[in-house]
């Protein structure tokens, strides 16, 4: 098809995307078109006639959007808060709701005791043996946790921890290319989480624990894009529990006494994060955190004294 104005062709795009139920069919069709031109998505001389190439170039991507490829995929990037991550097949996609528990950690960790925080230059902490703040990402995937954290609080030293092979490529790959200025390069690790002894050499000293487990129940209902995230980044059996429930002692052995987690999880099983996590006996303040929607969909929670 032949379009006179790049209004012409978002408009097409965004109809033959309602057709299919994308749903945000028009701020899809402004980003393919954006990523073709390569302006901003609200920059699209929207009058003007289209580059030449452009009608084929931005069909194809539609006609890959139309037929429920995920937009990320197509883009080959995810943005999580300030970050740009290289996502597709193989890796789970970062989503906004997981960025209120990245900034529900970080806001933490620069409320840590002011003395710990004012030892971070070398001589101080070979003197007084502190450490900057220790965080652990447990099954990192394209590592958007770890990174938002290395971003915020560039003096943390940060772990991210990934199992499968396809999804630790990103891991290393967006590791590599998003740690800027003075932040610690994010040291990538490939562990299982439900394995208490991972990490051994940090057990007892991690102040922080972020983690976005697969944790939706099996269901062959959802929306076609998510069934193309690795099924094992996105279930966690037939409640959605199984890595939850597995990854709890791995969690306590690597938290220091005060340390924090916070655990993102399904619509309806807040209940059962806050019983699983209570039943360990080792975690206190045990506590419900909600997306912008007002949707119970994290659980944090203190390590005790042991």
Known sequence: MTFHTYKEALRDATERFCAVGVPSPEWDARLLAAHLIHCGHMDIPLNEAPIPGFDVAYGALVGRREAREPLQHILGVAWFGPLELEVGP?????????????????????KLNS????????????????????????????????????????QAEVWAVELADAALAYTRRNAATTVRGGARSVNVVQGDVTDAGLLPELHGT?????????????TPDLDPEVYQDPHEAVFGGADGMETINAMIPSIAALLRPGGKVGIEHDDDTSEQVQEALRADGGFTRIEVLKDLTGTARFVTAERGVQ
Do not use: Q
Not at 92 to 108: C, Q, Y
Not at 118 to 137: F, Q, Y
């Open 206 to 218: 991690v102040d922080l624990v972020l983690t976005n487990p697969p944790y939706v129940p099996e």
């Open 90 to 110: 193989g890796v789970f996609i970062p989503r906004p709701e997981t960025e209120v528990l990245a900034d529900w950690g970080v806001k933490f960790l620069t």
């Open 115 to 154: 003395r710990e925080m004012t030892k971070l230059n070398s001589r101080e902490m070979t003197k007084t043996n502190a450490h900057p703040p220790r965080v652990v990402d447990l099954c990192a995937g394209s590592g958007a946790l770890a990174l938002y954290v290395a971003h915020y609080v560039p």
